[in-house]
């Protein structure tokens, strides 16, 4: 079974994004993008929720053809271009979309059936709305976590609304050398 890995830079005191949404905060360099796009080009499939993808989409299908694009933007636009979208949203139209399905009610049906299917793991970027759906609803399998040497005080958190214990297994580590360290982390479902 395909497993979605939530992958997420958060501050230290756990918040995504500042309370209007900002993401100034968020450290990246080539060490980060170079890792990121070794493990996301083993993967075929992203899940957004409908603001990130409508980000996602005014962006990378033409990165690449930037006069100044980066060797980043290369990869991620050709590897966006291949990959399936999945999208968490109530008013795309799926018809007018390119290998992008749109899951807009029965959200667990229509995630376990897609979780059924063949590929790799579904890497769910960003979209804390999303996400926090599917945190509530037990559909997240693992963390991947960047988290960025800040304490932002307020914003949005990427834990909310969860009523029970989720104990998680630590799979891996990396320290950057910009100070931002991952965590990978699998759901303990025993």
């Given at each position: 079974?395909?497993?979605?890995?939530?992958?997420?830079?958060?501050?230290?005191?756990g918040f995504v994004a500042g309370p209007n949404g900002e993401m100034d905060w968020i450290k990246h360099d080539e060490?980060?993008?170079?890792?990121?796009?070794?493990?996301?080009?083993?993967?075929?499939?992203?899940?957004?929720?409908?603001?990130?993808?409508?980000?996602?989409?005014?962006?990378?299908?033409t990165a690449a053809d930037k006069p100044n694009a980066s060797k980043h933007d290369l990869e991620h636009s050709a590897?966006?271009?291949?990959?399936?979208?999945?999208?968490?949203?109530?008013?795309?139209?799926?018809?007018?979309?390119?290998?992008?399905?749109?899951?807009?009610?029965?959200?667990?049906?229509?995630?376990?059936?897609?979780?059924?299917?063949?590929?790799?793991?579904?890497?769910?970027?960003?979209?804390?709305?999303?996400?926090?759906?599917?945190?509530?609803?037990?559909?997240?399998?693992?963390?991947?976590?960047?988290?960025?040497?800040?304490?932002?005080?307020?914003?949005?958190?990427?834990?909310?609304?969860?009523?029970?214990?989720?104990?998680?297994?630590?799979?891996?580590?990396?320290?950057?050398?910009?100070?931002?360290t991952e965590l990978n982390y699998l759901v303990d479902k025993d």
């Amino acid at each position: 079974m395909r497993k979605i890995i939530a992958f997420n830079h958060i501050s230290l005191d756990g918040f995504v994004a500042g309370p209007n949404g900002e993401m100034d905060w968020i450290k990246h360099d080539e060490e980060i993008f170079d890792h990121v796009s070794k493990r996301i080009s083993q993967g075929d499939a992203a899940l957004y929720g409908r603001v990130t993808y409508q980000m996602m989409e005014d962006y990378w299908p033409t990165a690449a053809d930037k006069p100044n694009a980066s060797k980043h933007d290369l990869e991620h636009s050709a590897w966006y271009g291949r990959s399936r979208k999945i999208v968490l949203s109530k008013t795309l139209n799926e018809a007018e979309l390119t290998n992008t399905t749109i899951i807009s009610d029965s959200i667990t049906e229509g995630i376990n059936e897609i979780k059924q299917g063949t590929g790799s793991e579904i890497l769910l970027f960003g979209s804390p709305t999303a996400t926090h759906a599917l945190i509530q609803l037990g559909l997240i399998d693992g963390y991947w976590l960047f988290v960025n040497p800040i304490v932002l005080g307020k914003g949005i958190p990427l834990f909310t609304g969860i009523e029970d214990k989720t104990k998680l297994k630590l799979v891996t580590t990396r320290s950057f050398t910009c100070g931002v360290t991952e965590l990978n982390y699998l759901v303990d479902k025993d």
